[in-house]
């Protein structure tokens, strides 16, 4: 397993301490530079096996799950289906911590999450979206050039991308735009001056269990291709909490919601991996969350609103 060790990391707007337990997954300093420079970073084999096949087990659930759900049900609205040209296609399954599997919470509470969040967004991180995007076997529909979120850029808000399957070049795999993520762009000229050839881009090519964080303004997408391999990846969207205080859209309310799904994952992730390391939460007294005893109704903190996006076509840009 690759493997970065750091004897200090820290983020523009909230150093850590000096105190905090350092462990393998925390990011070095020069990959954190590495990011804040190109948008993004690839974590190669970053996810040990055994949480990898609990996770890749899971999606299949959650993809049976949801070509299974009626109208009717309370969890419908979180499986996402669009129209292909062979017919109605699931390609999205939100708020994963609710649909029964328990790798969900697993990885949200394990420190090659944890970690990198801390790296990141300092000790106050908020994970504060989760959710699987996927394309099933034979389902090779683009996703447009996009910007996830567009905002100041006072904080680091990122996507902590885990792939459960191989994602190759001739696939469809991701594209990204380095260096160009620190502005809202004009995605329709970019579209129309470069299509998916822009001279910057790389084509992320990726193995299960490897990892790639990117900025939520760098600029991304996939291109058509015929139907391949069944591709999915969780995303794990994280923020600081002075942040969201100071720029929505969000209130403090939800952010201690959002919070107590930290201890229920750290809680999930040492009963199933005991004897592996532990990540100490440092998060500060003023935002430490009381998680109540009903577990059940913390699984799931709706959004409401969103943060703007920044794209050309219609409909959901991948956000």
């Known amino acids: 397993m690759t493997i970065y060790h750091t004897d200090h990391v820290a983020t523009p707007q909230t150093p850590l301490s000096d105190h905090f337990q350092r462990t393998p997954y925390h990011l070095s300093e020069e990959q954190v530079r590495f990011f804040d420079e190109n948008g993004y970073l690839i974590l190669r084999n970053w996810i040990p096996k055994d949480l990898l096949l609990r996770l890749q087990e899971a999606g299949d659930a959650w993809i049976a799950a949801g070509q299974d759900t009626q109208e009717d049900d309370p969890h419908a609205e979180d499986y996402v289906f669009g129209l292909r040209p062979n017919g109605r296609v699931m390609f999205r399954v939100n708020y994963l911590h609710n649909k029964g599997r328990a790798a969900s919470l697993e990885l949200l509470g394990s420190p090659q999450v944890l970690a990198v969040a801390e790296s990141l967004c ?27 979120a567009v905002h100041p850029r006072k904080y680091r808000i990122f996507n902590y991308d885990l792939y459960l399957d191989a994602s190759r070049a001739d696939g469809g795999a991701l594209r990204v735009i380095p260096g160009i993520q620190k502005e809202k762009r004009d995605i329709c000229a970019l579209n129309e001056e470069w299509g998916w050839n822009h001279p910057d881009v790389k084509i992320v090519e990726m193995e299960p269990g490897d990892v790639l964080l990117h900025d939520v303004m760098i600029v991304h997408g996939s291109e058509q291709v015929e139907g391949k391999d069944l591709r999915r990846t969780i995303y794990y969207e994280f923020r600081a909490a002075e942040e969201i205080l100071e720029e929505g859209p969000w209130d403090r309310e939800w952010i201690d919601r959002r919070l107590r799904l930290v201890p229920i994952g750290l809680k999930r992730y040492q009963a199933a991996f005991p004897n592996t390391e532990q990540f100490q939460w440092n998060i500060t007294p003023e935002f430490r969350p009381q998680v109540s005893a009903d577990e059940a109704q913390e699984l799931k903190v709706a959004h409401i609103v969103h943060m703007q996006s920044s794209f050309c076509s219609a409909g959901d840009a991948g956000k």
Do not use: L, R
């Open 122 to 148: 300092g000790p106050n991180f908020v994970p504060t979206y989760e959710s699987m995007v996927f394309k099933q076997e034979g389902d090779g529909q683009a996703i447009p050039w996009h910007q996830d």
